[in-house]
C-alpha cells in the first residue's frame, strides 16, 4: 500500500491555482482510497507526519484502506 499526498491535479486549471492537497491510497497502481486534506501546498512537514501516521496505522491494522477510515486522520493537521 502505498501512501500519497500531492496536490490534487485538474487539467482545467493552471498549477498555481490548485490548492487543494488529497491524501491517496494506492495497491498496485490502483487507487483504493482518495480523501481531500485541510492541508495546504506550503505545509510538507505537515504532510509527511500525515503520511507517516496514515501509513504507520495501516500497517498495523489499525486502520482499513478506505476513504471513510482515512478522512478523521485528513481533517487534521499532525
Same mark, same amino acid.
Given at each position: 500500500?502505498?501512501?500519497?499526498i500531492a496536490v490534487a =491535479?485538474?487539467?482545467y486549471l493552471? $498549477?498555481?491555482?490548485?490548492?487543494t /492537497?488529497?491524501?491517496e491510497l494506492l495497491a498496485e497502481d490502483r487507487v483504493e482510497a482518495t480523501v481531500n486534506t485541510v492541508l495546504t501546498? =506550503?505545509?510538507?512537514?505537515?504532510? $509527511?507526519?500525515?503520511a507517516d501516521q /496514515?501509513?504507520?496505522r495501516l500497517?498495523?491494522?489499525e486502520l482499513q484502506p478506505t476513504?471513510?477510515?482515512?478522512?478523521?486522520?485528513?481533517d487534521s493537521i499532525p
Open positions: 500500500m502505498v501512501v500519497r =491535479a485538474d487539467a493552471p $498549477r498555481r491555482e490548485l490548492h /492537497v488529497t491524501l501546498p =506550503a505545509q510538507v512537514t505537515e504532510a $509527511r507526519k500525515l /496514515v501509513a504507520s500497517q498495523s491494522g476513504a471513510s477510515a482515512i478522512e478523521p486522520l485528513a
